[in-house]
């Protein structure tokens, strides 16, 4: 059963910056691809960042030099740090594995940013 579970969100001014977190249950965590996702209103869920079981990273140009994917195989999660964050990535941020499980989609932890 795959459970994936995000933390970290909340309500922080332009500029700011949160870091999220996500404790994954998923069998051969240390070997999957993962992802950060997030979705607006009104908008289609969007793939943030991902990070390989060999640490390659890559990001969306919108977040690239302000987010940072990390994971720790250890603890089965997955972070990401945001900073210089912008009202435009307000959003649900989720995480998944690449390529997503259909089933593993969480609560998702909400990211707001306002003045």
């Known amino acids: 059963q795959v459970q994936l579970v995000e933390s970290g969100g909340g309500l922080v001014q332009p500029g700011g910056s949160l870091r999220l977190s996500c404790a994954a249950s998923?069998?051969?965590?240390?070997?999957?691809?993962m992802g950060w996702y997030r979705q607006a209103p009104g908008k289609q869920r969007e793939l943030v960042a991902t990070i390989t079981s060999t640490y390659m990273t890559n990001y969306r140009d919108s977040v690239k030099g302000r987010f940072t994917i990390s994971r720790d195989n250890a603890k089965n999660t997955v972070y990401l740090q945001m900073n210089s964050l912008k009202p435009e990535d307000t959003a649900v941020y989720y995480c998944?594995?690449?390529?997503?499980?259909?089933?593993?989609w969480g609560q998702g932890t909400q990211v707001t940013v306002s003045s």
């Open positions: 998923i069998s051969r965590f240390s070997i999957s691809a």
């Open positions: 998944n594995t690449i390529p997503q499980i259909p089933s593993g």
